[in-house]
């Protein structure tokens, strides 16, 4: 329950171009969340693209240390946080995580803001869901 497989990771430019276009947003600080609930051919809940923005963060390795990060939190938080429900409810999403802060946030608060982003994520998606 705890890994990251490739079918969870979002590469397709169909999907992402659609995710972009017509998805939702909301903001979190340091997070922009995207999400659209769409059906796509893998067996998983959601799947994930995780962005850091180049220009505010110009050396690859900043950029790479903090896309890490998220995606640990992602990996070890989705199945207490996202998963359960969207397998109760049948949903499927595309979701980006975009990090749109300024500096390198430490671990602790990175976490406990995506934490707080998955369950607003649950909460719009039911919402959705409902309508």
């Not at 947003?25 to 659209?36: E, G, K, M, Q």
């Not at 990090?99 to 998606?125: C, F, H, T, V, W």
Request: aromatic fraction near 12%; hydrophobic fraction near 40%; charged fraction near 30%.
């Amino acid at each position: 329950m705890y890994t990251f497989n490739k079918e969870e990771r979002l590469c397709s430019k169909k999907l992402l171009e659609k995710l972009f276009h017509s998805g939702s947003s909301f903001l979190l600080y340091p997070y922009r969340i995207v999400w659209l609930a769409e059906k796509f051919a893998a067996d998983v809940p959601a799947q994930v693209v995780i962005s850091v923005s180049k220009r505010k963060f110009k050396k690859a390795v900043e950029r790479n240390l903090i896309k890490r990060r998220i995606r640990e939190i992602y990996r070890l938080n989705k199945s207490e946080f996202l998963y359960p429900y969207l397998s109760k409810s049948e949903l499927q999403i595309l979701l980006a995580i975009n990090y749109i802060g300024k500096d390198i946030s430490d671990y602790a608060l990175m976490e406990k803001k995506l934490k707080l982003a998955l369950e607003q994520l649950r909460n719009l998606s039911s919402k959705s869901n409902e309508e």
